[in-house]
Protein backbone atom coordinates (compact mmCIF):
# COMPACT_ATOMS: atom_id res chain seq x y z
CA UNK A 1 0.00 0.00 0.00
CA UNK A 2 0.85 3.59 -0.36
CA UNK A 3 3.48 5.11 2.54
CA UNK A 4 4.79 8.88 3.53
CA UNK A 5 7.98 8.38 5.71
CA UNK A 6 9.08 11.69 7.01
CA UNK A 7 11.93 13.02 9.11
CA UNK A 8 11.13 12.21 13.09
CA UNK A 9 10.79 15.29 15.37
CA UNK A 10 11.34 17.51 17.26
CA UNK A 11 13.75 19.82 15.08
CA UNK A 12 14.75 22.61 16.54
CA UNK A 13 16.39 25.61 14.98
CA UNK A 14 17.56 29.19 15.49
CA UNK A 15 15.70 31.94 13.70
CA UNK A 16 16.47 32.99 10.34
CA UNK A 17 18.21 29.10 9.90
CA UNK A 18 17.91 27.50 6.67
CA UNK A 19 14.89 24.58 7.16
CA UNK A 20 14.95 20.91 5.51
CA UNK A 21 12.47 18.51 6.69
CA UNK A 22 12.86 15.30 4.11
CA UNK A 23 9.82 13.37 2.78
CA UNK A 24 9.69 10.33 0.63
CA UNK A 25 6.91 8.50 -0.11
CA UNK A 26 5.83 4.97 -2.06
CA UNK A 27 2.75 4.85 -3.87
CA UNK A 28 0.98 2.32 -6.10
CA UNK A 29 -0.39 5.24 -9.07
CA UNK A 30 0.94 8.61 -9.58
CA UNK A 31 0.41 10.96 -6.73
CA UNK A 32 -0.40 13.32 -5.28
CA UNK A 33 1.77 15.46 -2.62
CA UNK A 34 1.33 17.92 0.08
CA UNK A 35 2.52 19.80 2.38
CA UNK A 36 0.00 20.17 5.82
CA UNK A 37 0.84 22.44 8.66
CA UNK A 38 -0.78 22.48 12.17
CA UNK A 39 -0.57 25.08 14.36
CA UNK A 40 -1.05 24.44 18.49
CA UNK A 41 -4.89 23.23 18.61
CA UNK A 42 -5.78 23.95 15.46
CA UNK A 43 -6.54 21.88 12.31
CA UNK A 44 -4.49 20.99 9.48
CA UNK A 45 -3.80 23.81 6.82
CA UNK A 46 -2.66 23.12 3.71
CA UNK A 47 0.45 24.63 2.87
CA UNK A 48 1.58 23.76 -0.87
CA UNK A 49 1.18 20.75 -2.86
CA UNK A 50 2.37 19.57 -6.39
CA UNK A 51 0.67 17.41 -8.87
CA UNK A 52 3.87 15.79 -10.91
CA UNK A 53 6.93 15.31 -11.76
CA UNK A 54 9.37 18.40 -11.18
CA UNK A 55 6.26 20.79 -10.12
CA UNK A 56 7.71 22.93 -7.53
CA UNK A 57 4.92 23.68 -4.93
CA UNK A 58 5.42 27.13 -2.98
CA UNK A 59 3.95 29.13 0.08
CA UNK A 60 4.42 31.46 2.13
CA UNK A 61 8.01 31.38 1.74
CA UNK A 62 8.00 27.20 1.71
CA UNK A 63 8.98 25.05 -1.12
CA UNK A 64 9.23 21.41 -1.83
CA UNK A 65 9.39 19.91 -5.66
CA UNK A 66 8.25 16.79 -6.72
CA UNK A 67 11.21 14.37 -7.44
CA UNK A 68 9.50 11.39 -9.01
CA UNK A 69 12.99 9.64 -10.06
CA UNK A 70 13.73 9.75 -6.09
CA UNK A 71 9.95 9.59 -4.56
CA UNK A 72 10.41 12.46 -2.72
CA UNK A 73 9.18 15.76 -1.70
CA UNK A 74 11.34 17.63 0.91
CA UNK A 75 10.27 21.14 2.59
CA UNK A 76 12.53 23.81 2.48
CA UNK A 77 13.16 27.33 3.85
CA UNK A 78 15.41 29.61 3.40
CA UNK A 79 15.32 31.86 6.59
CA UNK A 80 12.74 30.65 9.64
CA UNK A 81 10.77 32.17 12.03
CA UNK A 82 9.28 31.85 15.58
CA UNK A 83 6.00 31.64 13.83
CA UNK A 84 7.16 29.00 11.81
CA UNK A 85 7.04 26.73 14.75
CA UNK A 86 4.37 24.15 14.32
CA UNK A 87 3.88 20.22 13.25
CA UNK A 88 4.24 19.75 9.37
CA UNK A 89 2.66 16.61 7.50
CA UNK A 90 3.53 15.24 4.28
CA UNK A 91 0.73 13.56 2.51
CA UNK A 92 -0.08 11.98 -0.43
CA UNK A 93 -3.56 11.38 -2.60
CA UNK A 94 -3.48 8.49 -4.64
CA UNK A 95 -6.46 7.85 -6.14
CA UNK A 96 -5.38 5.88 -9.08
CA UNK A 97 -3.89 3.20 -6.27
CA UNK A 98 -7.39 2.87 -5.77
CA UNK A 99 -8.48 4.52 -2.76
CA UNK A 100 -8.90 7.64 -1.41
CA UNK A 101 -8.05 10.00 0.93
CA UNK A 102 -4.98 11.17 2.38
CA UNK A 103 -2.02 8.81 3.38
CA UNK A 104 -0.29 11.16 5.86
CA UNK A 105 3.57 10.75 7.13
CA UNK A 106 3.73 10.56 11.10
CA UNK A 107 4.34 14.30 11.07
CA UNK A 108 7.51 16.57 12.04
CA UNK A 109 7.14 19.16 14.66
CA UNK A 110 9.56 22.25 14.36
CA UNK A 111 10.19 24.26 17.22
CA UNK A 112 12.05 27.75 15.95
CA UNK A 113 13.94 29.50 18.88
CA UNK A 114 14.37 33.41 18.79
CA UNK B 1 -12.41 31.88 2.93
CA UNK B 2 -14.39 29.16 2.70
CA UNK B 3 -13.98 26.70 6.18
CA UNK B 4 -15.22 23.53 7.01
CA UNK B 5 -17.04 24.05 10.52
CA UNK B 6 -16.95 21.30 12.94
CA UNK B 7 -18.91 21.08 16.31
CA UNK B 8 -18.22 20.65 19.33
CA UNK B 9 -15.21 22.39 19.62
CA UNK B 10 -14.29 20.52 22.95
CA UNK B 11 -16.19 17.42 24.49
CA UNK B 12 -15.80 16.13 27.95
CA UNK B 13 -18.08 12.68 28.50
CA UNK B 14 -18.20 10.07 30.89
CA UNK B 15 -17.53 6.53 30.01
CA UNK B 16 -20.46 4.99 27.84
CA UNK B 17 -22.51 7.90 26.88
CA UNK B 18 -23.19 8.56 23.45
CA UNK B 19 -21.19 11.27 21.39
CA UNK B 20 -22.27 12.90 18.27
CA UNK B 21 -19.69 14.89 16.58
CA UNK B 22 -20.75 17.25 13.55
CA UNK B 23 -19.18 18.78 10.61
CA UNK B 24 -20.73 21.25 7.75
CA UNK B 25 -18.45 20.78 4.48
CA UNK B 26 -17.78 23.07 2.06
CA UNK B 27 -20.39 24.27 -0.11
CA UNK B 28 -19.54 22.40 -3.40
CA UNK B 29 -17.52 19.95 -1.81
CA UNK B 30 -18.74 16.24 -2.89
CA UNK B 31 -16.28 13.89 -0.54
CA UNK B 32 -15.98 14.22 3.19
CA UNK B 33 -13.35 12.54 5.58
CA UNK B 34 -13.51 11.61 9.13
CA UNK B 35 -10.14 11.58 10.72
CA UNK B 36 -9.28 10.54 13.66
CA UNK B 37 -5.89 12.05 15.36
CA UNK B 38 -3.58 10.62 18.42
CA UNK B 39 -0.09 10.80 19.59
CA UNK B 40 0.34 7.26 19.39
CA UNK B 41 -1.26 6.52 16.04
CA UNK B 42 -0.67 9.95 14.09
CA UNK B 43 -3.91 10.82 11.45
CA UNK B 44 -6.25 7.74 11.15
CA UNK B 45 -8.65 7.59 8.41
CA UNK B 46 -11.77 6.29 9.94
CA UNK B 47 -14.32 6.67 7.07
CA UNK B 48 -15.23 8.75 3.72
CA UNK B 49 -18.37 9.71 1.82
CA UNK B 50 -18.64 10.95 -1.66
CA UNK B 51 -21.71 12.38 -2.93
CA UNK B 52 -23.49 11.38 0.53
CA UNK B 53 -22.71 7.64 -0.18
CA UNK B 54 -20.33 5.85 2.51
CA UNK B 55 -17.34 4.52 0.23
CA UNK B 56 -15.09 3.14 3.58
CA UNK B 57 -15.47 2.46 7.10
CA UNK B 58 -13.55 0.35 7.41
CA UNK B 59 -10.91 2.14 9.89
CA UNK B 60 -13.95 2.84 12.11
CA UNK B 61 -14.67 0.43 15.18
CA UNK B 62 -18.10 -0.58 13.60
CA UNK B 63 -19.77 -1.73 17.15
CA UNK B 64 -19.51 1.48 18.65
CA UNK B 65 -19.19 3.90 15.77
CA UNK B 66 -20.87 4.99 13.11
CA UNK B 67 -20.77 7.82 10.55
CA UNK B 68 -23.57 9.36 8.22
CA UNK B 69 -24.60 12.20 5.74
CA UNK B 70 -27.96 13.16 6.26
CA UNK B 71 -27.81 15.88 3.63
CA UNK B 72 -25.08 17.54 1.88
CA UNK B 73 -24.58 20.15 4.32
CA UNK B 74 -24.06 17.92 7.08
CA UNK B 75 -22.02 14.57 8.17
CA UNK B 76 -22.12 13.05 11.45
CA UNK B 77 -19.83 10.60 13.53
CA UNK B 78 -21.74 9.30 16.33
CA UNK B 79 -19.98 6.86 19.48
CA UNK B 80 -22.26 4.98 21.15
CA UNK B 81 -20.90 3.76 23.92
CA UNK B 82 -17.93 5.93 24.34
CA UNK B 83 -14.76 4.31 26.25
CA UNK B 84 -11.80 6.05 27.19
CA UNK B 85 -9.41 5.02 24.54
CA UNK B 86 -11.77 7.36 22.34
CA UNK B 87 -10.21 10.09 23.98
CA UNK B 88 -8.73 11.72 20.41
CA UNK B 89 -8.95 14.71 18.08
CA UNK B 90 -11.50 14.25 15.58
CA UNK B 91 -11.44 15.92 12.28
CA UNK B 92 -13.77 16.21 9.69
CA UNK B 93 -12.03 17.34 6.17
CA UNK B 94 -13.86 18.33 2.18
CA UNK B 95 -12.69 18.42 -1.17
CA UNK B 96 -13.99 17.79 -4.44
CA UNK B 97 -13.92 14.24 -6.40
CA UNK B 98 -10.31 12.09 -5.42
CA UNK B 99 -8.17 14.71 -4.02
CA UNK B 100 -5.81 15.77 -6.35
CA UNK B 101 -6.15 19.24 -5.30
CA UNK B 102 -5.96 18.38 -1.89
CA UNK B 103 -8.63 18.48 1.16
CA UNK B 104 -9.89 21.55 3.84
CA UNK B 105 -9.66 20.14 6.95
CA UNK B 106 -12.26 21.87 10.08
CA UNK B 107 -10.39 22.72 13.46
CA UNK B 108 -11.41 19.41 15.06
CA UNK B 109 -13.43 18.05 18.03
CA UNK B 110 -10.95 17.43 21.20
CA UNK B 111 -13.09 14.53 23.05
CA UNK B 112 -12.02 13.49 26.51
CA UNK B 113 -14.17 10.48 27.85
CA UNK B 114 -13.68 10.04 31.52
Known amino acids: GDSVTQMEGPVTLSEEAFLTINCTYT??????LFWYVQYPGEGLQLLLK?????DKGSNKGFEATYRKETTSFHLEKGSVQVSDSAVYFC?????????????FGKGTHLIIQP | DARVTQTPRDKVTEMGQEVTMRCQPI?????VFWYRQTMMQGLELLAYFRNRAPLDDSGMPKDRFSAEMPDATLATLKIQPSEPRDSAVYFC????????????FGSGTRLTVV
Open chain 2, 93 to 104: ASGRGQGRDGYT
Open chain 2, 27 to 31: LGHNT
Open chain 1, 50 to 54: ATKAD
Open chain 1, 27 to 32: ATGYPS
Open chain 1, 91 to 103: ALSDSGGGADGLT
